[in-house]
T-cell receptor, first 111, second 113 residues
Framework: SQQGEEDPQALSIQEGENATMNCSYKTSINNLQWYRQNSGRGLVHLILIRSNEREKHSGRLRVTLDTSKKSSSLLITASRAADTASYFCATVPYGNNRLAFGKGNQVVVIP | SQTIHQWPATLVQPVGSPLSLECTVEGTSNPNLYWYRQAAGRGLQLLFYSVGIGQISSEVPQNLSASRPQDRQFILSSKKLLLSDSGFYLC????????????FGEGSWLTVV
C-alpha cells in the first residue's frame, strides 16, 4: 500500500531553531497530511495539503508539496520543547481510499 | 464538538486469552471508523475500517476481528491472543465522505504475556 517515508527519522535540535522534515511517497495522491504524536498518546492532525496546492501555513508550521518529486516537507519554525514528538506524514493515493502512514520522524527539542 | 473515547487505556493479557477493545464517537453521525495498530518504533498499520453499521473491511489477515454494532461504536476483538498481538491500538474516525482529517483516540496499550 502507499506509504510516506519520512526523512530524517530522528532529529535533535536546540529550542528556537527550525526543524525540517521530509516525506516521500510513491504514487499520485489526493492529499498529504501531517500528524503529531506525543509519546504514548494518540495522533493529532496538524495540516492537510491537497495535490493542487504547493504550500500551506498553520501557525509555526509550513508544509510544502512537490508532486513532481513526490515529496513534502514540514517546517517547524522557532521550535519549542513542547514540539518534542513524533511526526508522521500520511497520503491518500488516487483511486485508493486508504490513508497510509509513514514510520514517523522523532523530533527532540532541547531546552 | 466531536469526541472519541477508547478503552481500556492499558491492559496486560496472557497468551490465549480473549480481547475486547471498545471505541465510541460522540458529536457526529455516520462516521468512518478505523482501528490502527502501532508496533514499537513503527508507523501505523490499518487493521480495519467501517463505513457503516455491520460493514467491516479488513486490511490484513490476522488474529483479530472488528465489529460495529452501533453507528458510533467500534469494537476490536480476539478469541485467543498471540504474543505478536502486543502493541498500541488506536481507534479513529473521519467524516464519512472522504479521507480528510482523521481524529484519533488516545490509544490502548496491549501487552500479551
Amino acid at each position: 500500500s502507499q506509504q510516506g517515508e519520512e526523512d530524517p527519522q530522528a532529529l535533535s535540535i536546540q529550542e528556537g531553531e527550525n526543524a525540517t522534515m521530509n516525506c516521500s511517497y510513491k504514487t499520485s495522491i489526493n492529499n498529504l497530511q501531517w500528524y503529531r504524536q506525543n509519546s504514548g498518546r494518540g495522533l493529532v492532525h496538524l495540516i492537510l495539503i491537497r495535490s493542487n496546492e504547493r504550500e500551506k501555513h498553520s501557525g509555526r508550521l509550513r508544509v510544502t508539496l512537490d508532486t513532481s518529486k513526490k515529496s513534502s516537507s514540514l517546517l517547524i519554525t522557532a521550535s519549542r520543547a513542547a514540539d518534542t514528538a513524533s511526526y508522521f506524514c500520511a497520503t491518500v493515493p488516487y483511486g485508493n481510499n486508504r490513508l497510509a502512514f509513514g514510520k514517523g520522524n522523532q523530533v527532540v527539542v532541547i531546552p | 464538538s466531536q469526541t472519541i473515547h477508547q478503552w481500556p487505556a492499558t491492559l496486560v493479557q496472557p497468551v490465549g486469552s480473549p480481547l475486547s477493545l471498545e471505541c465510541t464517537v460522540e458529536g457526529t453521525s455516520n462516521p468512518n471508523l478505523y482501528w490502527y495498530r502501532q508496533a514499537a518504533g513503527r508507523g501505523l498499520q490499518l487493521l480495519f475500517y467501517s463505513v457503516g453499521i455491520g460493514q467491516i473491511s479488513s486490511e490484513v489477515p490476522q488474529n483479530l476481528s472488528a465489529s460495529r454494532p452501533q453507528d458510533r461504536q467500534f469494537i476490536l476483538s480476539s478469541k485467543k491472543l498471540l504474543l505478536s498481538d502486543s502493541g498500541f491500538y488506536l481507534c479513529a474516525w473521519s467524516v464519512r465522505a472522504g479521507w480528510d482529517t482523521i481524529y484519533f483516540g488516545e490509544g490502548s496499550w496491549l501487552t500479551v504475556v
